[in-house]
């Protein structure tokens, strides 16, 4: 039997252009998020982007039907794999990640879409940028299920819901921000 995997797919979108003054406060917060990720409990792998340095891109990517083209063809998004739910909300909302949500209202149009999708994988599988962009429009016209969820409604591996662990997403917290980067 083969194992299964966390993947969790975010969307946002800038209000003006990517390269909009208003915005530098999210890019200079970027490459922290993703140095927090890369040593955060739980975290497995996340994809790159293409034409830049990095992981590579898991396949081409594409947005979900609520991107709006602000003449930039960019908008902030990622894909990732985690362990397990607690280990991906530990980083999600604590730490340099949470930090920069709490500013996001600054950068972001408020989504009328969920910003992000939680869904299991097998151990051999990688998604790419059209499954998640799929999970995600999926989660938007549905209610969250195993084949598309959120925090607020988890799915286990199993594909029943799923209770989180709150005092092991508070332990993950802590033993990550032990391991922050200077």
């Given at each position: 039997?083969?194992?299964?995997r966390l993947?969790?797919?975010?969307?946002?979108?800038?209000?003006?252009s990517?390269?909009?003054?208003?915005?530098?406060?999210?890019?200079?917060?970027?490459?922290?998020?993703?140095?927090?990720?890369?040593?955060?409990?739980?975290?497995i792998?996340?994809s790159?982007?293409?034409?830049?340095l990095g992981?590579?891109?898991?396949?081409?990517?594409?947005?979900p039907?609520?991107?709006?083209?602000?003449?930039d063809?960019w908008?902030p998004?990622?894909?990732?794999?985690?362990?397990?739910?607690?280990?991906?909300?530990?980083?999600?909302?604590?730490?340099?990640?949470?930090?920069?949500l709490k500013?996001g209202r600054?950068w972001?149009?408020?989504?009328?879409?969920p910003?992000?999708?939680?869904?299991?994988?097998d151990?051999?599988?990688?998604?790419?940028?059209?499954?998640?962009?799929?999970?995600?429009?999926?989660?938007?016209?549905?209610?969250?299920?195993?084949?598309?969820?959120?925090?607020?409604?988890p799915?286990g591996?199993?594909?029943?819901?799923?209770?989180l662990?709150?005092?092991?997403i508070?332990?993950?917290?802590?033993?990550?921000?032990?391991?922050?980067p200077?």
């Open positions: 039997m083969t194992g299964r993947a969790l797919y975010t969307f946002g979108m800038f209000q003006g990517a390269d909009d003054n208003a915005n530098q406060g999210f890019h200079d917060r970027n490459d922290a998020a993703f140095a927090a990720a890369e040593t955060a409990e739980g975290y792998a996340r790159g982007y293409e034409d830049e992981p590579a891109s898991w396949g081409p990517q594409v947005y039907r609520f991107y709006v083209e602000r003449g063809g908008s998004s990622t894909i990732s794999l985690w362990t397990d739910i607690e280990s991906a909300m530990a980083f999600s909302y604590s730490g340099q990640h949470a930090e920069a500013h600054l972001m149009v408020k989504p009328e879409w910003p992000y999708v939680l869904w299991w994988v151990d051999a599988h990688i998604p790419d940028w059209a499954e998640a962009v799929a999970r995600l429009e999926h989660l938007a016209d549905h209610r969250p299920g195993p084949h598309a969820f959120d925090f607020k409604s799915f591996s199993d594909g029943l819901q799923a209770t662990d709150r005092a092991r508070k332990a993950l917290a802590a033993l990550n921000a032990s391991r922050r200077q």
